[in-house]
């Protein structure tokens, strides 16, 4: 069965950093698109980062470009997202999803697995 694990969120101030985990067990998430969403208080999920598939650069929201970084480490079936110079407007619940399929289109419509979300909080 497959399941991904956030961790890593929490409260930063406005400027900060924080990292945020995606622990992926079930199947070999190598070979997979993986990607990050998050959902802002009272606004629709939205998407941040992903590879479209294995071995892709990733894409990036327009809103995240150059403060956010998406990595993974395949042999540990982890995936990474590195949040710098945080904002307040980047305070959602973040979410870590995959598709069935190796080929992701960049809809969240086409994401089958997700994961429970972690919250992060960026103070102002």
């Known amino acids: 069965q497959v399941q991904l694990v956030e961790s890593g969120g929490g409260l930063v101030q406005a400027g900060g950093s924080l990292r945020l985990s995606c622990a992926a067990s079930?199947?070999?998430?190598?070979?997979?698109?993986m990607a990050w969403f998050r959902q802002p208080p009272g606004k629709e999920r939205e998407f941040v980062a992903g590879?479209?598939?294995?071995?892709?650069?990733?894409s990036y929201a327009d809103s995240v470009k150059g403060r956010f970084t998406f990595s993974r480490d395949n042999d540990r079936n982890m995936v990474y997202l590195q949040m710098n110079s945080l904002k307040p407007e980047d305070t959602a619940v973040y979410y870590c999803?995959?598709?069935?399929?190796?080929?992701?289109?960049?809809?969240?419509?086409?994401?089958?697995?997700w994961g429970q979300g972690t919250q992060v909080t960026v103070s102002s």
């Open positions: 999803a995959a598709p069935r399929s190796r080929y992701w289109s960049l809809s969240g419509a086409d994401l089958d697995y």
């Open positions: 079930g199947r070999t998430f190598g070979r997979y698109p």
């Open positions: 590879v479209r598939w294995s071995g892709n650069a990733p």
